[in-house]
């Protein structure tokens, strides 16, 4: 009811944040049809500072991430995409499609588990294009070791084999107990601070709805090259020169601002305070 | 149903991120209860954000805008505290507090304005210790100059006309609206690059919950001064350097993380990627 009402405001194109609100919606949207969690749509809002920060588009840095994890996923004999709420409701096409091309297992994966939403996401996922949806039978359910009670299952067919996971807008600590166990773990994250983006073998520091398009067209002009050539990328790929990078670029943006203090210029017409009152 | 389990999950004291999930849980909690619009999770998000890249605490430039602002309140003659259904769940009783201190109004001003909402914020401040809560009966509705439908409503005894208005975690809209209407406008915002921290006269860039404890704590001290030295801080107060001095903190704290990248050591030890499969 009140989320009705809140998604029946429309979002004027002159809007300086058009773009951006236009996500917000879909994740409003996936958060009423259950697939988002409460805690997703915080998680979200946490990202849209972050881009905002990155001046909401994808840097070099993002797009050096996205090339080696491309070459990482089409080397991997077992490569699983796992999926939450946040990533169905904001790129469900485009993620099943990647997953498609690079020969990816999709596995539902979530940290507030429910059967409720597990159900929801594999509907949006299905409706997406996949095949086969992981992570939602309970008769392949593993446990992942070191994370408490319902974040620690992982499908049997999947995550607990995969020798490469993709794990976008994913949990820090999740993210760790994968590295740990010696799995490849490819992320997207907008802050570069987060312990997912600092654990990932592979950090791509841009928003997901960029970063899955990117990586399509991507696959497409690598997908015939030698595998010799896809492990020289790996070679050359240095995750903690990347997330410098990210730093870098934001310390950039807000070095700008700070030189400023008051960006919008016309605020300086109105005079400091108004105390005729007195 | 889903947001109930989420709420039970217990968040261990050693977690690095404990007293932001506390705040995190208030506003969860406040949602349930009809209080909080799901656009308010997502600007939770969007102000965690900016409060981890501020190190969580308050800065010189937030506690200086403070004694701004309570200046500002103390020499005013019709201040009006705005009340939205973050301010509610953040912080009500201390918020309830502040404004008794400062013989301020309390107004109900929503963004995505409803009913059921309005009546829920209402309960929650005369639960706190408000004694009347204007913004709420329609006998006495007015609207704002330049603002579209459902937000442009404000109270004919309230903000209407009010010299000085408090509107924390406020949308950039209404803060310019009531700008460019001569109003004094003191707002709390995390994010100094937002059009309310911009637009604002006074712009505490802090986290609310820290903020107005703070506030109260400067009243006390200030509430005895003569009226020329209140007016001699407002003489003094420069939100301009305030911006800068905020957007220069931020910079400091990622010009650190970017001599790094990896932040977290323990990363290091671990293999660049496991390709043993190969």
Do not use: C
């Not at 915080?42 to 920060?53: M, S, T, V, W």
């Not at 297992?105 to 299905?126: G, P, Q």
């Not at 020169?241 to 700008?256: G, P, Q, V, W």
């Amino acid at each position: 009811m009140r989320e009705r009402e809140e998604e029946n405001i429309i979002i004027p194109e002159s809007h300086p944040r058009a773009k951006s609100l236009k996500y917000r919606e879909l994740l409003v949207h996936g958060y009423n049809e259950g697939v988002v969690a409460t805690a997703g749509l915080i998680a979200h809002g946490r990202g849209e500072a972050f881009d905002y920060l990155l001046g909401e588009k994808t840097h070099d840095f993002a797009r050096e991430a996205m090339e080696a994890a491309v070459a990482l996923f089409l080397v991997s004999k077992h490569p699983v995409f796992s999926v939450n709420g946040n990533v169905a409701a904001l790129v469900a096409k485009e993620y099943v499609e990647l997953a498609k091309k690079v020969n990816a297992k999709l596995e539902v994966n979530l940290f507030y588990r429910t059967k409720r939403r597990e159900r929801a996401i594999e509907r949006v996922l299905l409706a997406a294009g996949a095949g086969e949806v992981l992570g939602v039978d309970e008769k392949y359910r593993a446990e992942l070791p070191e994370i408490e009670h319902l974040r620690r299952y992982v499908d049997k067919r999947g995550i607990l084999i995969a020798d490469t996971v993709f794990v976008p807008l994913e949990d820090g600590d999740r993210t760790m107990a994968l590295r740990k166990m010696g799995k490849n773990v490819v992320t997207i994250d907008l802050n570069p601070l987060s312990r997912t983006a600092q654990w990932a073998n592979i950090t791509i520091v841009d928003n997901i709805v960029r970063a899955v398009p990117g990586m399509i067209r991507i696959v497409e002009k690598m997908r015939n090259k030698p595998k010799e050539e896809l492990l020289e990328i790996l070679k050359n790929y240095d995750n903690n020169d990347i997330l410098r990078r990210a730093f870098e670029k934001i310390k950039e943006n807000i070095e700008e601002w700070a030189s400023k203090g008051l960006i919008i210029e016309e605020v300086k017409k109105y005079p400091k305070f108004n105390l005729k009152f007195l």
